[in-house]
């Protein structure tokens, strides 16, 4: 049976934060708020998590997925991070997503790096930062819904779809979360860029950014 929980109500946004690190440390799958929609997330080491979200979806088994860091965690998991260091500070954190190739040994699974890379962000949500401190490790997201269907943003919607398909769920009470999703931008051949997908943030302002910053 999915738990199901209601977050930001005062005194107990750090109840519900602990439920979610918890199952996320079992191997369980969550969907829990972003800054700009609610994700379906699992631990980003847990390999048999992460297939089993891509195969809820109806993707492929192997595929990629966002990894949601600290700041003071990037350096453990992206290489040369230090060379677009200052595009992160302009906009970390917050709704950009960075692909960049992956740093050595890194503990984070297969499933999330796709040719030597990782898709990686660090999340202006409050509640992934309080579930990451309590962690201590990386999660991943991706949107709540099935291939080729529009995210789901209505906490009423999420519930009916996927109840029972994961272990918890945690929404805010009558509050819609409708994006627009985080841009994605290929920095690994900075100071060279791509933009992947353009999103909350434009890439005018990125590109803007980039001319102060190099």
Request: aromatic share 8%.
């Amino acid at each position: 049976m999915t738990l199901i929980r209601y977050i930001g109500i005062d005194g107990l946004e750090r109840s519900p934060a602990v439920e979610a690190a918890d199952i996320l440390g079992e191997g369980g799958k969550v969907i829990i708020p972003t800054e700009t929609l609610y994700g379906l997330s699992g631990d980003g080491a847990c390999n048999k998590c992460l297939r089993e979200i891509n195969i809820l979806k109806g993707r492929k088994p192997q595929g990629s997925q966002i990894v949601l860091l600290r700041y003071e965690w990037i350096q453990e998991y992206a290489e040369n991070w230090e060379d677009y260091k200052p595009l992160i500070d302009a906009f970390a954190p917050g709704p950009l997503t960075f692909v960049a190739p992956v740093a050595k040994n890194t503990r984070l699974s297969k499933v999330v790096i796709e040719n030597g890379k990782i898709a990686f962000r660090v999340s202006g949500s409050w509640f992934i930062d309080l579930v990451l401190e309590i962690l201590k490790k990386p999660v991943t997201s991706t949107s709540v819904n099935l291939a080729g269907d529009e995210p789901l943003f209505n906490p009423m919607d999420i519930i009916a779809s996927f109840d029972d398909s994961v272990d918890g769920i945690f929404l805010f009470q009558d509050e819609n979360l409708s994006g627009p999703p985080s841009t994605i931008v290929d920095i690994s051949n900075f100071p060279e860029l791509e933009i992947v997908r353009e999103g909350a943030i434009s890439s005018k302002a990125i590109m803007t950014a980039m001319k102060q910053v190099c």
